[in-house]
Antibody, heavy 119, light 107 residues
Framework: EVQLVQSGAEVKEPGESLRISCKGS????????IIWVRQMPGKGLEWMGR????????SYSPSFQGHVTISADKSISTAYLQWSSLKASDTAMYFC????????????WGQGTLVTVSS | DIQMTQSPSSLSASVGDRVTITCRAS??????LAWYQQKPGKVPKLLIS???TLQSGVPSRFSGSGSGTDFTLTISSLQPEDVATYYC?????????FGQGTKVEIK
């Protein structure tokens, strides 16, 4: 059974750094792309970017390019989303999900990680 | 970037009604279109891929159609458990943009 398990909720102050994780199991981690999706409170889904865990090739939405970094460690079947300097506007739920090819819908999703940025 | 526009943004219908949600792409995306259902406080669930392919386990009252720029999600007979927000998503190329969502409620 394919599962994506995300790290727990985080509360941070503006300017702090953060890395959240998404661990895959039940499949060959390097066979599926991982995408990251943001959902701000009461708002819709926003595609942030994706990574091919086999070679760590990434692509980003222009809206998020330069503000977040997506990475992966295939040795531990884990993908990451990180910020070097959080803003209050980064407060949101973040989901990871799989894609079985470069052009595919996302059939498996993590449970989400709530990030709260507040002073 | 290719924009995805859903309509309506919300709707209220009675149990048993036929419900239609539309999604328009600003450029031709062939059939690289998915529909997701997100119930309040839950994780999005893939309902339909390739514009019209129903995922395993999804009730047959859900159907999708369209290609190119215009797509439709239809619920043939609305049920109370269908209360949710529905999103379209193009996935032909990055960024794989979502529509803004359609909130479906029971009248």
């Amino acid at each position: 059974e394919v599962q994506l398990v995300q790290s727990g909720a985080e509360v941070k102050e503006p300017g702090e750094s953060l890395r959240i994780s998404c661990k895959g199991s039940g499949y060959t981690f390097t066979s599926y792309w991982i995408i990251w999706v943001r959902q701000m409170p009461g708002k819709g889904l926003e595609w942030m970017g994706r990574i091919d865990p086999s070679d760590s090739y990434t692509s980003y939405s222009p809206s998020f390019q330069g503000h977040v970094t997506i990475s992966a460690d295939k040795s531990i079947s884990t993908a990451y989303l990180q910020w070097s300097s959080l803003k209050a506007s980064d407060t949101a739920m973040y989901f990871c999900a799989t894609q079985n090819s470069i052009a595919a819908a996302s059939d498996y999703w993590g449970q989400g990680t709530l990030v709260t940025v507040s002073s | 970037d290719i924009q995805m526009t859903q309509s309506p943004s919300s709707l209220s219908a009675s149990v048993g009604d036929r419900v239609t949600i539309t999604c328009r792409a600003s450029q031709d995306i062939s059939n690289y279109l998915a529909w997701y259902q997100q119930k309040p406080g839950k994780v999005p669930k893939l309902l339909i891929s390739a514009a019209s392919t129903l995922q395993s386990g999804v009730p047959s009252r859900f159907s999708g159609s369209g290609s190119g720029t215009d797509f439709t999600l239809t619920i043939s007979s609305l049920q109370p458990e269908d209360v949710a927000t529905y999103y379209c998503q193009r996935y032909n190329s990055a960024p794989q943009t979502f529509g803004q969502g359609t909130k479906v409620e029971i009248k």
